[in-house]
């Protein structure tokens, strides 16, 4: 059983365009973290979500905690070819559990 | 190096072979965990080891799976008459505290093992 269904699973979008790609559970999660994976190498982290309603930004990423601590969101504005990678959803109990991922493809 | 070492970086071996995979954490980190990484997925929990012993070999897939971390540094995750469905990157990751306090993991690069 996946806990955390992430979407879409590919995203390919021309340089410039907005984006936003979302990880969704029906748990209650005390936190929520996102890594995001480049080929050939591990996953690296972006950010941990704590609180319900939080938002967090990494310049041009914004990362959403949903108000019930059930899912997140994060946007990437003005999508560069650089942010092109696997986006992994995660949460923790005594270790990180991820989501399948999306695979995004900026094109320039 | 300061980050996480995984070796060998890639392993083609035969069916019915038995493989070792070696991870050297980051000095200081006494949580050390493997993942199982197939193409399009996310990483999928194997082990989590806590200084030398295991904490959690819950994600283990069956009996030819085995990794030791005996002088709780550097870990190797054993696989025993290996099968074409073990192919994949294996991710080896290490943080400084473990358990429900765990942090930041920080990963290697993964050994890519390839069964014919």
């Known amino acids: 059983t996946q806990l955390l269904e992430q979407s879409p699973q590919f995203l390919s979008i021309q340089e410039g365009e907005n984006l936003t790609v979302y990880c969704n559970s029906s748990?209650?999660?005390?936190?929520l973290q996102w890594y995001r994976q480049e080929p050939g190498e591990g996953p690296v982290l972006l950010v941990t979500v704590v609180t319900g309603g939080e938002v967090k930004k990494l310049k041009r990423l914004t990362f959403q905690f949903g108000d019930a601590r059930k899912d997140s969101s994060l946007h990437i504005t003005a999508a560069q070819p650089g942010d092109t990678g696997l986006y992994l959803c995660?949460?923790?109990?005594?270790?990180?559990?991820f989501g399948k991922g999306t695979r995004l493809h900026i094109l320039p | 190096g300061a980050g996480v070492s995984q070796t060998p970086s890639n392993k083609v071996t035969e069916k019915g072979k038995y493989v070792e995979l070696r991870c050297d954490p980051i000095s200081g980190h006494t949580a050390l965990y493997w993942y199982r990484q197939s193409l399009g997925q996310g990483p999928e929990f194997l082990i989590y080891f806590q200084g030398t012993g295991a904490a959690d070999d819950s994600g283990l897939p069956n009996d030819r799976f085995f990794a030791v971390r005996p002088e709780g540094s550097v870990s190797t995750l054993k696989i025993q008459r290996t099968e074409r469905g073990d192919s994949a990157v294996y991710l080896c990751a290490s943080s400084l505290i473990g358990g429900l306090g765990t942090g930041e993991l920080f990963f290697g690069e993964g050994s890519r093992l390839t069964v014919l």
């Open positions: 748990s209650v999660f005390s936190s």
């Open positions: 995660a949460y923790r109990d005594d270790k990180i559990i």
